[in-house]
């Protein structure tokens, strides 16, 4: 296989990884506190060739990151939808250590305790966050710094981190949620950050810039796969050529 060959097929292999993140990001373009995949590769080709009908084969280099931006907050009036303002996460209890999110669509389990939708324990500053029994839902008003109240009781402070230049190591965790896989790194108490109750944050997909990218990344699959045909058709006339 030419050197040209090897090169189309890996850039046919980071294409078709591009087209399924462009794809899982518009899956999710509804899912509370999602925050897309990105890649730059495909436009850097893109620019760099002037487009897919000038494609000359190059090799690719994939590389994604997540986007962490800010979702637009949409109000539910819900007491225990919680949005964050600001960079940083929740904090949620698993078997496997801690994992953390931007969604904050959260309840109560059969002891009281507040725990995200997959049901593991919402942190707090000191420890899972247990709603009395005597506390109905209604009751319960969230501080702009996390603390829960009711009746002029205190209840807990959720527990709200962030990981400033480390966020790009983050690793996705399912349901939503990051785990930092790098156990040198601890996340530190979130600065600035405001929590919105009744609110949740929505997902920064922004369906039409992954639409125009899907094109985009179709043009290119197409280009690559025209150098291939083309080439073959070279090769199988070479050997008519040379067998006749």
Known sequence: MTEAMTQVGSSIDSLTKELEIITHNLANAS???????????????????????????????????????????????????????GKGFFVVETAGGPLYT?????????????????????????????????????????????RLVANG?????????????????????????????????????????IIKQGSQEASNVKTIDELVDMIMVTRLYEANMRYVAAQRENSSSLTSVAMG
């Open 31 to 85: 899912t509370v506190g999602f925050k897309r995949r990105c890649n730059a590769f495909s436009k850097a080709l893109d620019a760099q060739q002037g487009g897919a009908e000038t494609y000359s084969p190059g090799e690719i280099d994939l590389k994604s990151a997540f986007d962490f931006s800010q979702g637009n907050l949409v109000q539910t009036d819900r007491t225990l939808d919680f949005a964050l303002l």
């Open 102 to 146: 931007r969604n904050g669509a959260f309840q109560t389990n059969q002891n009281g305790q507040i725990v995200d939708l997959a049901g593991n324990p919402v942190a707090g500053e000191s420890g899972p966050i247990t709603v009395p029994a005597n506390v109905g839902l209604l009751d319960i008003q969230v501080t702009a710094d996390g």
């Open 153 to 193: 009781t205190n209840i807990g402070k959720l527990k709200i981190v962030g990981f400033k230049d480390n966020e790009s190591k983050l690793a996705p965790a399912g349901n939503n949620c990051f785990a930092m896989p790098d156990k040198d790194i601890q996340p530190e108490p979130a600065e600035n950050v």
